[in-house]
């Protein structure tokens, strides 16, 4: 999008997506007790933004939410959920894309289906950063894996995202680490306390920890094997499988 | 919406509205150990509807929901809390407005914007049904509350709508009843208890209920007045400010 036909393409293309709708995804990674957020930044100018993109005229928005990820980094078989629709009037209004790629004076752009104004869906996903490749798109100039401590400078409304998923992702974190698929199916009870402790980003207190845990009944017991010397080894848990509410059966 | 040109004029009236895009409302209603969801009845068809309606161009989509339970039931000063956004693409194709109305043969109906598809944002509110009074507006006949059991012929996933509301709902129902003031500002244990068991469906015993709920630091016991004869007064519970995650501090 260097030059002003190349965005006169780009937003000719745009014809069979829903108007005013647009997808963000917001890729947490976690890997040694560190957690940290996928950005990709903008060609030619010093901001960063969010995977994200439109849904098709006959397109599900999840369905829409998995192309556009994998079509901006190249990443799929991710669980993706979910979490808060940002529809405030102005969310994008000061920071336009035109603005940002200094486009905003021409008259192409301002009749331009993506000069609009845009209710964004945003989904969220948690993933080993050590075993996914993400990749670039034409959009874009490179990917990087940022702390939560210390963001770039981000278009739009897209910290307020971010800030929104972290939120969601800490509460409730044993069930959504069951559909995360984070852990080896198996795994000890510092090795989840580990995790807790990173995403929460506090300290937890060993016993406190266990004893929460196993009290919130979400957790199976793996038997140790006997194998005559092996009683030193730490117990393996594993997560029982989740249930959903139904009010009508 | 009785004639076709009334449904014409209907549709003139949308121009200003972003398309695609509509609000759905989940209004449920907790009294006297009832638990219900108020439900709208089109005029001259046996199918009830959520409050629902559109977003203005130049509208928050918060804003866009008070507006449109106001519109449609005359509740006003409830607090709505958007849940979950229902995208997928044959939502309502089963089950069109125009299906509903008989109309979907008319030029003008498949020509017109409402036709088309639409994702839908759910906001859900939860009330004492017994303090508020609906009303109706042009195109409802009446309105009820239902129980939850037993709900009538619904339009479009306005069942589904329901169903992820309620599970929203139960999910961190302590954080939920500080936020829709349910109760009033100092409560015993029993009338908590008997919140819990209605909005959750279950029975709970009386000293785990009460054990569980201290363990989650969210009360705060107010001493008794000391009149002489009153220690068997039951004590008084309030809810303790809730405070928000943030990470960059």
């Given amino acids: 999008?260097?030059?002003?036909?190349?965005?006169?393409?780009?937003?000719?293309?745009?014809?069979?997506?829903?108007?005013?709708?647009?997808?963000?995804?917001?890729?947490?990674?976690?890997?040694?007790?560190?957690?940290?957020?996928?950005?990709?930044k903008i060609k030619n100018i010093d901001t960063w933004v969010l995977p994200g993109g439109f849904v098709g005229m006959s397109e599900g928005i999840d369905q829409a939410a998995f192309r556009i990820l994998?079509?901006?980094?190249?990443?799929?078989?991710?669980?993706?959920?979910q979490f808060y629709t940002f529809g405030q009037e102005n969310r994008s209004k000061e920071n336009t894309l035109g603005n940002l790629l200094g486009i905003d004076q021409y008259e192409a752009y301002k009749k331009s289906w993506i000069s609009k104004r845009f209710?964004?869906?945003?989904?969220?996903?948690?993933?080993?950063?050590?075993?996914?490749?993400?990749?670039?798109?034409?959009?874009?100039?490179?990917?990087?894996?940022?702390?939560?401590?210390?963001?770039?400078?981000?278009?739009?409304?897209?910290?307020?995202?971010?800030?929104?998923?972290?939120?969601?992702?800490?509460?409730?974190?044993?069930r959504k680490l069951v559909?995360?698929?984070?852990?080896?199916?198996?795994f000890t009870m510092p090795e989840l306390q580990s995790l807790y402790e990173t995403i929460l980003d506090v300290s937890l207190r060993r016993n406190n920890f266990q004893r929460k845990i196993l009290n919130m009944d979400i957790l199976e017991r793996i038997?140790?094997?006997?194998?005559?010397?092996?009683n030193k080894a730490p117990y393996l848990?594993?997560?029982?499988?989740?249930?959903?509410?139904?009010?009508?059966e």
Same sequence: chains 1, 2.
């Fill in 119 to 174: 209710v964004s869906i945003g989904y969220y996903a948690l993933v080993d950063f050590s075993k996914v490749n993400p990749t670039v798109d034409d959009l874009t100039e490179k990917y990087a894996w940022f702390e939560l401590k210390q963001l770039p400078c981000l278009a739009f409304d897209h910290k307020d995202i971010i800030e929104k998923a972290l939120a969601t992702l800490r509460l409730n974190l044993d």
């Fill in 179 to 186: 559909g995360f698929n984070l852990l080896p199916e198996t």
């Fill in 1 to 40: 999008m260097e030059k002003q036909e190349d965005l006169i393409d780009f937003l000719e293309n745009k014809q069979n997506y829903i108007p005013h709708l647009s997808i963000d995804c917001v890729v947490f990674g976690f890997h040694n007790n560190e957690l940290k957020v996928l950005l990709l």
């Fill in 223 to 230: 038997e140790k094997l006997y194998t005559g010397a092996a």
């Fill in 70 to 81: 994998k079509e901006r980094t190249g990443l799929e078989n991710i669980y993706l959920e």
């Fill in 237 to 248: 848990y594993k997560f029982k499988p989740a249930s959903q509410p139904k009010f009508d």
